[in-house]
């Protein structure tokens, strides 16, 4: 699965991991994406989003029932 939110679009950031002796490599930062059920358009669809997203109700949830 692609590491992009579908609502915000955030994707992945880059750094360097530093060990105790501060030898850097690259690594990357992925934001936590779930995938869930939600509605758009009044139809229910399977996203993925970010926490970020969902804990700020930017995206309706649909429950099933």
């Given at each position: 699965m692609a590491a992009v939110?579908?609502?915000c679009g955030k994707g992945p950031g880059f750094?360097?991991?530093v060990s105790h002796?501060?030898?850097r490599n690259k690594r990357r930062f992925?934001?936590?994406i779930q995938r869930?059920?939600?509605i758009v358009n009044?139809?229910?669809r399977h996203l993925n989003v970010c926490t970020k997203c969902?804990?700020?109700n930017r995206v309706v949830r649909n429950t099933g029932r």
């Open positions: 939110c579908d609502v750094g360097m991991s002796s501060h030898r992925n934001p936590n869930v059920r939600a009044g139809t229910p969902i804990k700020s």
